[in-house]
């Protein structure tokens, strides 16, 4: 198994270069076709104008947003002009509450997606809206890409964050390709609990599994010493010198990580090197 059809999604260029760098190293690694799409959002709600305005308004935006697509299209035809790897660009137009089927057509045929961090200065809700439709509705993994990313994807040194979840255990499948090319796999249990499935062997039965793909894989076992499990888990890449982390998304409720916070939303905001996370 391998990487052979890699997909990114582009709404805002200027925020989107570490993004745009680590797709074309990973496609470049993996011999793989690099599709790219342009997306223009239509963000017009037509409940909220008074009579009569709605035509004139949408009509606006909607020119707005192919605006938007198209000068996305046209400033990634510049930056892959010389690139020597297979790719493709398509400009898409898309209302915000629509987004999640136009996204899925395309990640269900992808094998990975890779995506920039959702949270920060110049970013909108469109990031999000995407990364989570790659996951739930494409059932694709998402590689999350630091802001500060240097362009080299490495892997040598994973950590792989695990909870005993099916969602985790889904990132561990979908990433076995780089998992499998790294020199090191480092199955992370934190706070296991007392009276688990696992509790005899944190993190065994999974090591045992990766070991019998040629996985160099081993179990540390940590203590919650911090509040976030995300806080413990960019501590670990830290202190073991990591350079890729595997994880699974969405444990609980978008909704639910949304309001009140969790790993995965923690992780969007903080990661400090890539992320893989599939649901």
Known sequence: MSYKTILTIITKPEVATAQIEAAIAMTEQENAHLDILCLGIDVSQTGYYYAGATAYVQQ?????????????????????????????????????????PAIAMRARFADLVIMGQPYGEGRQQDVEAVIEASMFEGNAPVMIVPDDFNGKLSGRRVVVAWNQSIEALEAVRDALPLLKAAERVDITVIDPPAHGPERSDPGGALCQMLVRHGVQA??????????????IINRHVRDTNADMIVMGAYGHSRFREAILGGATRHMLEMAEVPVIMSH
């Open 60 to 100: 606006d935006v909607i020119e707005q947003a192919r605006a938007d697509a198209k000068s996305v299209e046209a400033f990634i035809q510049k930056r892959m002009a010389n690139e020597d790897i297979r790719w493709s660009s398509e400009a898409l137009v898309t209302q915000l509450g629509s987004i999640s």
């Open 218 to 231: 081993d179990v540390t076992v940590l203590a919650k010493t911090l509040p976030r499990i995300s806080d």
